[in-house]
């Protein structure tokens, strides 16, 4: 069954449906989903570029490596463990931020829809 039973038309103007059409393929999701996340209270964010994920490709095989290194030197004892354990959280950390500033949907604040538009409620 599905989640969402109820249905609901929406008339627009020219402006406003060509301004839900631009902002839902900016971040790339359907017209229905950017609408949900504003409802909810979340600003949907502009869709990353390729660029982002390759960069994230190369962090996550960093940080899996860096987690193979550590397992052997953990085993062997060869490394100063605490340190190498330091830098390898703080990659995690920069993966984890980085997710959550450029893809994660920003939670708007009370009223700064509003202000954002001039005092019109868009």
């Known amino acids: 069954m599905r989640n969402r039973n109820v249905h609901v038309q929406l008339?627009?103007?020219r402006k406003?449906?060509?301004a839900l059409a631009h902002?839902?393929?900016k971040?790339?999701?359907t017209q229905s989903a950017y609408l949900r996340?504003?409802?909810?209270g979340f600003e949907p964010r502009p869709a990353p570029t390729p660029d982002y994920y390759a960069?994230?490709?190369?962090l996550y095989s960093l940080g899996n490596n860096l987690n193979q290194i550590a397992q052997k030197a953990h085993m062997l004892g060869a490394i100063d463990a605490q340190c190498y354990d330091k830098y390898a959280r703080l990659a995690e950390e920069a993966i984890v931020?980085?997710?959550k500033e450029i893809v994660e949907p920003r939670k708007?604040?009370?009223g700064e829809l509003y202000e954002q538009n001039d005092g019109r409620v868009m």
């Open 11 to 13: 008339w627009l103007n």
């Open 16 to 18: 406003e449906a060509d």
């Open 23 to 25: 902002g839902a393929k």
């Open 27 to 29: 971040c790339g999701l």
């Open 37 to 40: 996340h504003l409802i909810t």
């Open 55 to 58: 960069f994230m490709r190369s």
């Open 97 to 99: 931020k980085i997710t």
């Open 108 to 110: 708007i604040e009370k």
